[in-house]
């Protein structure tokens, strides 16, 4: 019998990812291990926010999104759930007045309604604004979680489908996406989680279905753009193969 040995054809490189989707993690310790409040913490991490979105501009990613409040973190006390919100409407007026500077367009994925009037107008003015920019979109995930998404979703489809706008047998996984916080926003390519934590913390169950994970113990207010650069490195040696073969 012949003998044909396979040759071995390694993976094209992967183009550089599109969006990119970071769990903001370990902002608590990085405060606690300094002997400073964990307010202080979040105060790092929103500059560091602010420094990675702009380098993920620069090098020409498309969106970056990432995990702000997650539905779980009213748990948290009234101080630190307050500072977080103070530093987001920080960011804000902020972001509102150098935004034609900036170029960057911001949209916030969540339960909203949760939030006060107050963030929400600050909201509403930046989503005015971002409307006339097209390019680099940070997508802001606050009062968020996975799991509420899909079923804030699945409310949405069930009541297109009792005023007989959608048909339950049609359903595909592409309309029920357009359900979601997320509708329109192509699925994330590499998911970052710094703090040495290995675990998905109900940030995007949907969109992460095949999604690269990175995981590094660097904590976010330490994170740079050469970390960025590290996840990106591991991404591009990544065979990316969506259940197929390659
Ligand atoms: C997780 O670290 C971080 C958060 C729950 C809050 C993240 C919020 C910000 C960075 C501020 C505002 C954001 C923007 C976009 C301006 P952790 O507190 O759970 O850290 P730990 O695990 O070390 O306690």
Not at 16 to 27: E, L, R, S, T
Not at 180 to 207: C, H, K, M, T
Not at 215 to 223: G, I, R
């Amino acid at each position: 019998m012949a003998f044909f040995k396979k040759k071995s054809v390694s993976a094209p490189p992967l183009p550089p990812p599109k969006h990119i989707a970071i769990i903001m993690d370990g902002n608590g310790r990085w405060a606690t291990r300094k002997g400073l409040p964990r307010t202080a913490g979040h105060a790092a991490g929103s500059e560091v926010f602010r420094r990675i979105a702009t380098y993920c501009r620069d090098i020409g990613i498309s969106y970056l999104t990432v995990y702000a409040f997650s539905t779980e973190n009213w748990k948290r006390s009234e101080e630190e759930v307050t500072a977080i919100m103070g530093l987001l409407k920080k960011y804000l007026f902020e972001a509102l007045e150098k935004m034609e500077k900036d170029q960057i367009k911001l949209r916030f994925l969540g339960d909203l309604t949760r939030l006060s009037p107050e963030l929400l107008a600050l909201i509403d003015r930046t989503n005015a604004v971002s409307e006339k920019y097209e390019g680099f979109q940070a997508n802001i995930c606050l009062n968020y979680g996975g799991r509420d998404e899909i079923v804030h979703a699945a409310r949405a489809f069930a009541r297109a489908c009792v005023k007989g706008e959608a048909n339950p047998d049609e359903l595909t996984e592409m309309q029920f996406g357009s359900y979601l916080y997320s509708a329109g926003i192509p699925d994330p390519d590499l998911i970052i989680r710094p703090s040495g934590e290995v675990r998905v913390s109900n940030f995007l169950l949907w969109q992460s279905a095949y999604a690269e994970y990175y995981f590094t113990d660097v904590l976010w207010p330490d994170f740079t753009p050469a970390e960025l650069d590290k996840a990106i490195a591991a991404y591009h040696g990544r065979n990316r193969r969506f259940g197929g073969v390659k």
